[in-house]
């Protein structure tokens, strides 16, 4: 129905910054809230940050707040996470999804995966 593309990811030093990039394709990504996952190898992968299908309301693991900034460009079907002052706990391959609601992306009730982008961030 939906598919995701992850991009921008890559190495960076801690302090440093990234902006991931959630390219969709078809028309309803504007009708589905989004959300940013991130796993590590044997860990479960966690909720990062979620916004509504219009972009007013945004929701973030504690652990990430005042640092990622999640918004989306409906108008060019594009989800974004602007990710500063990185540290190396952030390291992770990072996935957007599609939810029907931006509290059921926290909850990980998800439409649709995209397929992931490594971000490595070094001491």
């Known amino acids: 129905q939906v598919r995701l593309v992850e991009s921008g990811g890559g190495l960076v030093q801690a302090g440093g910054s990234l902006r991931l990039s959630c390219a969709a394709s078809?028309?309803?990504?504007?009708?589905?809230?989004m959300g940013w996952f991130r796993q590590t190898p044997g860990k479960e992968r966690e909720f990062v940050a979620a916004?509504?299908?219009?972009?007013?309301?945004?929701n973030y693991q504690d652990s990430v707040k005042g640092r990622f900034t999640i918004s989306r460009d409906n108008a060019n079907y594009t989800g974004y996470l602007q990710m500063n002052s990185l540290k190396p706990e952030d390291t992770a391959v990072y996935y957007c999804?599609?939810?029907?609601?931006?509290?059921?992306?926290?909850?990980?009730?998800?439409?649709?995966w995209g397929q992931g982008t490594q971000v490595t961030v070094s001491s």
């Open positions: 078809g028309r309803t990504f504007s009708t589905y809230a």
């Open positions: 999804a599609t939810s029907p609601s931006a509290w059921q992306a926290r909850l990980k009730v998800i439409n649709t």
């Open positions: 916004i509504s299908e219009g972009g007013r309301t945004t």
